[in-house]
């Protein structure tokens, strides 16, 4: 019975190993310095002769506990209260749809450089109002929508600024782009910590939610989770509307589910019924070569809900099992273009360019056409 035990454990540490190496992985922290925060600067800062990188404004709330930093804001891996404010985020010039440029010691690269890799150059923290007001700043020239993006495991707060900047680059979002970190620990072994953070975040979700929902003058939402971090926006929303009711609940007319680590069951009974709202679309990008979902399902004993097509109701599968790895969402191109698609130009999946295959009599899926 002892070895039975001693086995089954060195198999889950295995697992929890080997996910670590399939799932989004932590990168360094980057120095930060308080940027300047006038509402009057551009989103977007396309490159110039002195500056060669693009500038990309991102918002963002975070229940990461501050670390100690000498002339320098950092968020940990430990729990914390919700605090907001916005970053600055580089883009190389030679950067690539779908890509996170970083430095590699093959390239004999061993310190960031923004003309070369996507690089959080700055950050600041603003009040609830101050936050309010930037973001409603940025969306008076566009259509009064913004993209909220949620991170999975294994990230760090410096790598979820990376990915939403990357995310509102290759998007060409024109409005506010905002990221929820929540306190993932940024390492292989921390799946069963990061289970518990995420499932502890959903009030302070709630809340950041509140304020473009129910504190500005938004007039849609577009909210996109990534694997792990799926388990807290769909709790979040689920709730939102109990909470501040349904005029609110409704401005999250986009929900994108990317591989979403969730156990199958459980949404269709339990969550499902409860997200269904007016004017909100869902959408969920699974793929059957999912090798981290297969892991966590070995893990966690379920089928997970980003590692196949379902016969639901109301919601959008995309097969996208052509696409590579676990982070597919953001870093292959053929993904980042459908995104548009939905987001950008608000066709519905029969209107884009997908292959679409019947599921049942009365159900179709979709799936990307072969490049």
């Known amino acids: 019975?002892?070895?039975?035990?001693?086995?089954?454990?060195?198999?889950?540490?295995?697992?929890?190993?080997?996910?670590?190496?399939?799932?989004?992985?932590?990168?360094?922290?980057?120095?930060?310095?308080?940027?300047?925060?006038?509402?009057?600067?551009?989103?977007?800062?396309q490159a110039t002769v002195a500056e060669p990188y693009a500038s990309v404004r991102v918002f963002f709330g975070t229940n990461r506990a501050r670390t100690p930093?000498?002339?320098?804001?950092?968020?940990?891996?430990?729990?914390?209260?919700?605090?907001?404010?916005?970053?600055?985020?580089?883009?190389?010039?030679?950067?690539?749809?779908?890509?996170?440029?970083?430095?590699?010691?093959?390239?004999?690269?061993?310190?960031?450089?923004?003309?070369?890799?996507?690089?959080?150059?700055s950050l600041g923290l603003l009040s609830e109002q101050d936050f309010v007001h930037r973001v409603m700043a940025r969306a008076r020239t566009s259509r009064k929508e913004a993209l909220v993006f949620v991170h999975g495991y294994n990230v760090s707060f410096e790598e979820a600024a990376r990915r939403a900047g990357q995310l509102k680059y290759d998007l060409s979002f024109p409005g506010p782009v905002l990221f929820f970190s929540w306190p993932s620990r940024g390492i292989p072994v921390g799946y069963a910590h990061d289970e518990d953070n995420i499932e502890w975040s959903v009030p302070d979700l709630i809340s950041f939610l509140h304020l473009l929902t129910g504190r500005s003058d938004l007039e849609r939402v577009y909210f996109v989770a990534h694997s792990m971090g799926s388990r807290g926006a769909v709790r979040a929303l689920s709730e939102l509307k109990e909470v501040h009711g349904l005029a609110e609940r409704q401005k999250i007319s986009e929900l994108i589910l990317a591989a979403p680590d969730i156990d199958a069951d459980v949404?269709?009974?339990?969550?499902?019924?409860?997200?269904?709202?007016?004017?909100?679309?869902?959408?969920?990008?699974?793929?059957?070569?999912?090798?981290?979902?297969?892991?966590?399902?070995f893990f966690n004993g379920n089928e997970r809900l980003g590692a196949r097509v379902l016969d639901l109701e109301n919601v959008d599968f995309v097969d996208v099992s052509g696409a590579v790895g676990h982070s597919y969402f953001a870093d292959s191109g053929r993904v980042i273009e459908d995104l548009y698609r939905l987001l950008m130009e608000g066709l519905s999946a029969s209107e884009r360019s997908l292959e679409a295959v019947r599921l049942s009599a009365r159900k179709m899926y979709y799936r990307l056409r072969a490049p």
């Open 1 to 45: 019975m002892m070895r039975c035990w001693g086995s089954t454990v060195i198999w889950r540490l295995l697992a929890v190993l080997w996910m670590g190496g399939a799932l989004v992985g932590c990168a360094g922290s980057a120095d930060v310095a308080p940027p300047d925060t006038s509402p009057s600067e551009l989103t977007v800062k």
């Open 69 to 121: 930093a000498q002339d320098a804001i950092r968020f940990g891996t430990k729990r914390g209260d919700l605090v907001l404010g916005s970053c600055t985020v580089s883009i190389p010039p030679h950067h690539r749809v779908g890509e996170i440029e970083r430095p590699s010691i093959w390239r004999l690269e061993f310190r960031e450089d923004p003309a070369r890799h996507v690089t959080l150059l």
């Open 267 to 297: 949404f269709v009974e339990q969550l499902l019924p409860r997200l269904a709202a007016p004017r909100t679309r869902i959408t969920i990008y699974a793929s059957t070569q999912d090798n981290a979902l297969s892991i966590s399902r």
